[in-house]
């Protein structure tokens, strides 16, 4: 009986080492929802090393940790469309400071991003050497490929609703080791955007890359016509395609497929030689309004039948790289589709109207004269151009603006 008894004893004792054993192997439920938390936040938008411009967070593999079904795609660089707003100025979200913008209104506000992640270098990019950025209304995000001279580019993104910069994936064809004419891409007025199937698309020589917001990944098609076309904007209009053009040496437009890259040049299109023309098309005037470059104040307008001829000669020299003495930013009046251009060297901003062909001066901006590093967009659900400066290496300034 008595040998029975220590029996049973030792047979417990070995059972409650084993459970206490593998208890010690496991991890900790909060330890373990906290740790999966703080990971989704960082590839959420945290910002995180900006001397790779490829890290964009680690995926679910990298982290280690099973994310639950609800938390955010870890690999995810863009917020949810549901994110939580922050504030941006004082107590108010962006949302918040965006609605009480009064018409005619300038408001400004002051934000900050990784240390560096406006430097012209490796991975970097200062807002210079670009025009127009793009805004995706479902994610809240203001966003320009492209970057300095002779460096590395970078996918820029200011996200509204979290009030952070973070870094876009980069494509995984461009060969970073290589010869740098390979991978330097300035971003000039060649980042156009397909606002339905949240498509951003931009060209460089022959190809047309497209980036798609919803699975943030990129792919390419290789188009027939080259670099002798192709340079200066790409702007996508609805029903025709990304229209492009490049006033130097072969003035013309030429249309790309986005669906399969196929290329129709337009022979006949109205346009004059110059470079560092712009493009910028009214969803509400159905009309692409283009031209401009370097000393020139010709614009033309493209109709959505495809006609195009010369207008009204703008104010003030639209061209895109705005260097401060000279260029501006062509963006749309997101109430009445009338096109908003900022000149960068006296600070004023123009109203053009496509119905009657006039011109007319719109504001006075609080932005010094020869302003350059900024790129811009119409922010449609606000209802606001929004304009972001480098500040420093770490900061940019952000301007609204309300159209009267």
């Known amino acids: 009986m008595m ?10 004792v070995w059972l409650a080492a084993c459970s206490s054993s593998e208890d010690e192997g496991q991890t900790v439920p909060e330890e373990m929802d906290a740790s999966s938390e703080h990971d989704a936040s960082m590839d959420a938008g945290a910002l995180t090393d900006m001397d790779d411009p490829e890290d964009v967070g680690p995926s679910d593999a990298d982290t280690g940790v099973d994310m639950p079904d609800q938390a955010p795609d870890s690999s995810m660089v863009l917020p949810p469309a549901d994110a939580r707003q922050v504030v941006v100025d004082g107590d108010s979200t962006f949302a918040e400071v965006a609605a009480g913008v009064a018409l005619g209104e300038w408001v400004q506000f002051e934000t900050t991003a990784a240390e560096g992640y406006f430097n012209n270098g490796n991975g970097g990019h200062d807002l210079t050497w670009g025009d127009s950025a793009i805004y995706d209304e479902t994610s809240g995000c203001l966003m320009h490929y492209g970057g300095g001279h002779i460096t590395i580019p970078a996918f820029s993104i200011y996200c509204t609703r979290t009030n952070e ?30 606002p339905e199937t949240r498509r951003l698309f931009y060209y460089r020589q022959k ?47 030429f249309i790309i497929n986005p669906e399969d890259g196929s290329t129709t040049l337009d022979a006949t299109s109205s346009f004059h030689s110059a470079l560092h023309t712009f493009g910028e098309y009214s969803p509400i005037h159905d009309v692409l309004l283009y ?40 963006l749309t009046d997101p109430d009445d589709g009338d096109f908003l251009v900022l ?25 010094e004269p020869e302003l350059s590093r900024t790129i811009a967009a119409t922010i ?25």
């Open 380 to 404: 449609t659900d606000h209802g606001v151009l929004l304009f972001a400066t480098r500040a420093a290496g770490d900061r940019a300034l952000i301007t609204l603006y309300r159209p009267n």
């Open 291 to 330: 031209g401009g470059g370097d000393d020139q104040r010709s614009v033309y307008i493209r109709e959505s039948n495809g006609d195009t001829r010369a207008v009204a000669d703008a104010p003030e020299v639209i061209r895109t790289v705005a260097g401060g003495s000279t260029g501006g930013w062509a």
């Open 343 to 367: 000149s960068a060297l006296t600070g004023e901003l123009h109203r053009y109207d496509p119905a009657s062909d006039m011109w007319s001066l719109e504001s006075r901006s609080p932005f």
């Open 165 to 194: 910069w973070v870094r876009g994936p980069l494509p995984d064809w461009l060969d970073l080791e290589g010869n740098v004419w390979a991978y330097t891409n300035h971003g000039y007025d060649r980042n156009s955007f397909d």
């Open 207 to 253: 190809e047309l890359w497209i980036f798609e917001v919803e699975t943030e990944t990129w792919s390419r098609h290789t188009l027939a016509l080259g670099n002798a076309y192709l340079r200066d904007f790409a702007t996508f209009v609805p029903g025709s395609g990304v229209v492009a053009g490049r006033g130097e040496n072969d003035p013309r437009l």
């Open 3 to 12: 040998k029975n008894r220590w029996l049973f004893l030792i047979v417990f």
